[in-house]
């Protein structure tokens, strides 16, 4: 038994038709929760990739598709850029939030103190 084939057993085995359709379209509609780190954004976006098999594309439609996916405030950063891997996309979106933190840390008053906010930053 060949790996395809092993796949496609397994799959309609522990996965049926309707879970293997749902997961399809969360793919194809996946966007990264206000809440959803890079990091957690990627683990969720390739588990669903990863039902997809060969309809995901190649590295680099993967890549595309889910640098497409990231929040608006860190797509801005990194629009323009070609990835040809999920993992760079996603290092490239961790750069930025880790920029954000360090930014919201910074802020000052009008007096030059340290703002700390009550809210844990995101």
Known sequence: MTRVDFCDVFFTQYFPLAEQQKFEREYHTIRQED???TKEFMKRF????????AKAGTQEVQASHFKWGLQEWI???IVNTKFTD????AN???????L???????????????IRSAVAPT
């Open 46 to 53: 390739l588990m669903l990739a990863g039902f997809q098999r």
């Open 86 to 89: 999920v993992a760079q996309v």
């Open 75 to 77: 797509l801005d950063g």
């Open 92 to 98: 490239a979106g961790r750069n930025i939030e880790l």
């Open 100 to 114: 954000r933190k360090r930014n919201r840390e910074n802020k000052r008053n009008r007096d030059g103190d340290r």
């Open 35 to 37: 809440r959803e780190t």
